[in-house]
């Protein structure tokens, strides 16, 4: 009995000094101290208000009671009740605290601890703390030797404003890296996210996409399947499957990236941009949002409702309305295309210059304009074209089938706006050129050639008294200055009154009004585009196959099918075949894509030659040939007409000479050849045998022929040998009779001639 009661009494003071050790009162270790550098398995006991100690076999029970505080190395864990068994193995229970380092922090209802695994269970009401970020779930398993926090039955992270959920999750705290799975949902004020799978930093606060994800806000929603988003600096990629939609707008790419802090916009890699009826592709789409820019490069392309733009790369500036592309560019604007190295356009003022290997072309009206630069407005719809090869624009069209090449200095192209209902009172020949609302005013004494090219709606002004020539090539509001003194031929262009084109043969007051708009004869596209007239100033050269001409200036309308050939430092040369056509003014029409008219006024002079050996000549203050499929058929003389006829039999010898001079007259033809004449108004005519006749006398006044300006091909269109000279100069004379071999007449055929008749003009006289 006595040595029982001696073993009692240890036990006792055993218990007491244990329970004294284990009393607040001691300072803890701080982690990293000596004591603390090598892991124990036992989980001390720093307090407890009651104490209890069971041992049954070899298992230890340490029962605890309020206050509980646990120690194991530099893991404290804090509860209301703790059952420890043998030292290493705790079962908390009652506002558990679980603390490891100075910032992480695990509160639950209750927990079992592993102290040889450093593995916690913890349940109820389970909240993990760390810095500022609170995890909360219902059961978490947290491995203390990984710092590795886990949940399979769902948790919600709170970060600032930011709340994230999932139904399993890795939260590694010592890297700060949180992974969550399965149904994640993030809110925050700014946006809304779901994903599979997503990561997140809680120092950095990165997030990182790693399974399917859709971020929404507002309007705008992004989906994709990997990538990363810095909420701190407010940077986003988004690289797998990425996609944008936003409204109408929709995007897809390789990668989206999004720089918050600059407001940029970035599309990396196959990316596609669309907004209703806009689309636009490249391999890089970047958007700056704060100076709203869109760069577009590698491969892109902009299509909207009126157009498709193509280039190496493509700026828009929406604030300042323009954009600019670079590198090979195509622009198409149904129904015209534009290709060029560089472009820069205004919407605003709907302004653009094209540079470096320009080619324009308008399909409704089949032309092509090759150049080096090129300025266009589209309100107006003008195009001006320079530079090019040699520093010469090219413009292709094609006529009956064949195309024709035309070369000058600068070439326009301007659409034509509707015409006025106003007839003109004019005699001799009268074509008005008038483009808008305003006529150009004409004064009652004016004649020769007055040629106004407007393009806008102030009316070129014209003096009272001019003559010789005026041209009045415009590109704006303001007027070329007019030279004064002109007389015999108005030429003002109009669209507006019934088209009525000469056809009787002897015509002394032509009038000529051509029409878009009633019954014209010859008209213009057949599509709903307005027609379009073509400028061209300086050094012009055409070639096609079957006619050629030179000119100082030109202008074509597609209305009415007609070129005007304008002189300023020489009068226009056009060649047909084997013959040749001068004049003051000359003006081509076509019908139906070919030759139908050639009219020449004042001094018009044909030389026609089909060897070059003999020229015949037609000489007339107004001439007019009339041509059927591409021959010429019928000449019209009016005004002091003259003409020298070489005959020539079968065999195409030459037989005689025939002069002749009246007031007019009238030529048939058949195969370039004169068939028969008609004079009128007291003709006088001569016929002479070739040995008899002075060949060099009977050169008109003013005869040349012109061979070497004459195109024979394309390359001479850029040729600068074949440049007008830089004044006027004497053609030089053609070769001498005596020169020229003769062949003596044998069944010789003359061209049936009707006599001089005294009668008013208009009526033959026939012998």
């Not at 090759?370 to 719809?381: F, G």
């Not at 006749?693 to 004459?710: D, I, Q, T, Y």
Request: net charge negative.
């Amino acid at each position: 009995m006595n040595t029982y009661r001696i073993l009692l009494l240890l036990l006792l003071l055993t218990l007491e000094l244990s329970a004294f050790a284990q009393s607040p009162a001691g300072p803890r270790p701080k982690a990293g101290s000596p004591q603390d550098t090598v892991k124990r398995n036992n989980v001390d006991v720093d307090h407890a208000d009651l104490f209890e100690y069971i041992q049954r076999e070899d298992t230890v029970y340490q029962k605890l009671n309020g206050n509980v505080e646990l120690r194991q190395d530099s893991i404290y864990m804090y509860c209301d009740t703790a059952v420890i068994k043998n030292n290493t193995h705790v079962t908390a229970n009652g506002k558990v605290i679980i603390q490891q380092g100075d910032s992480t922090s695990v509160f639950a209802d209750s927990a079992m601890y592993d102290g040889i695994l450093r593995i916690a269970e913890l349940y109820g009401d389970v909240v993990l703390v760390n810095g500022e970020q609170k995890l909360f779930t219902d059961r978490l398993t947290y491995d203390l030797n990984q710092k590795l926090a886990t949940y399979n039955n769902g948790a919600t992270l709170v970060m600032d404003s930011t709340q994230l959920t999932s139904k399993r999750g890795y939260y590694y705290v010592q890297e700060r890296q949180i992974y969550f799975k399965d149904s994640v949902i993030v809110v925050n004020p700014e946006f809304n996210l779901r994903s599979d799978t997503l990561g997140f930093n809680t120092e950095s606060k990165v997030v990182s996409f790693l399974g399917p994800t859709l971020i929404s806000s507002d309007s705008t929603r992004i989906y994709t399947e990997d990538g990363y988003y810095d909420t701190e600096n407010n940077l986003a990629a988004f690289t797998k499957n990425a996609q944008y939609e936003k409204g109408e707008q929709q995007a897809t790419a390789d990668t989206i990236r999004y720089d918050g802090k600059r407001s940029l916009y970035s599309l990396e890699g196959n990316a596609s941009f669309e907004e209703g009826e806009r689309l636009a592709t490249a391999a890089l789409i970047r958007y700056d949002e704060k100076n709203d820019k869109t760069f577009l490069a590698g491969n892109a392309r902009y299509q909207d409702e009126n157009q498709d733009i193509t280039a190496d790369e493509i700026i828009y500036d929406a604030k300042k309305e323009t954009y600019s592309t670079r590198g090979r560019s195509v622009i198409s604007d149904p129904p015209q295309i534009l290709l060029a190295d560089n472009v820069d356009y205004s919407e605003e003022r709907e302004l653009g210059i094209a540079t470096g290997n320009v080619i324009w072309r308008d399909t409704s009206a089949e032309l092509t304009i090759i150049c080096e630069t090129a300025e266009y407005d589209r309100k107006s719809d003008y195009l001006k074209a320079s530079g090019g090869r040699n520093g010469r624009p090219m413009l292709i069209t094609t006529i009956e089938g064949d195309s024709l090449f035309m070369v000058s200095d600068t070439l326009m192209a301007i659409r034509e706006t509707p015409a006025i209902p106003k007839e003109p009172a004019a005699s001799d020949t009268l074509i008005a050129i008038v483009e808008d609302a305003a006529a150009a005013p004409t004064a009652p004494a004016v004649s020769d050639t007055l040629i106004a090219i407007r393009e806008d709606a102030a009316a070129v002004p014209i003096a009272p008294a001019v003559s010789d020539t005026l041209i009045a090539i415009r590109e704006d509001s303001a007027a070329v200055p007019i030279a004064p003194a002109v007389s015999d031929t108005l030429i003002a262009i109009r669209e507006d009154s019934a088209a009525v084109l000469p056809s009787a043969p002897a015509v002394s007051d032509t009038l000529i009004a051509v029409r878009e708009d009633s019954a014209a004869i010859r008209k213009g596209p057949k599509d709903e585009e307005p027609p379009r007239q073509l400028i061209a100033y300086y050094d012009v050269r055409i070639y096609k196959s079957n006619m050629q001409a030179v000119c100082d200036s030109l202008a074509y309308k597609s209305s009415d099918s007609t070129f005007y050939f304008f002189p300023v430092r020489q009068n226009p040369i056009v060649w047909s075949d084997t013959s040749q056509f001068t004049a003051d003014t000359v003006m081509m029409l076509l019908a139906d894509e070919k030759i139908g008219r050639i009219l020449m006024r004042n001094n018009g002079f044909i030389v026609n030659s089909p060897d070059e050996l003999f020229f015949n000549q037609i000489k007339g203050k107004n001439v007019t040939a009339f041509f059927e499929d591409n021959e010429l058929r019928r000449m019209s003389v009016v005004g002091n007409a003259e003409s020298v006829y070489y005959a020539r039999d079968e065999a195409g010898g030459y037989v005689g000479v025939n002069k002749t001079v009246c007031s007019e007259m009238l030529l048939y033809f058949g195969d370039n050849q004169v068939d028969k004449i008609k004079f009128f108004t007291e003709p006088k005519a001569e016929m002479k045998p070739m040995k008899q006749a002075n060949h060099e006398a009977l050169r008109m006044p003013g005869f040349f022929w012109e061979k070497v300006r004459r195109p024979k091909s394309v390359a001479d269109l850029f040729d600068p040998e074949k440049a007008p000279p830089s004044s006027k100069e004497t053609p030089a004379p053609a070769p001498a009779a005596e020169e020229r071999p003769t062949v003596e007449p044998e069944k010789a055929t003359e061209p049936e001639v009707e006599p001089v008749s005294s009668e008013p003009s208009g009526k033959a006289g026939e012998k």
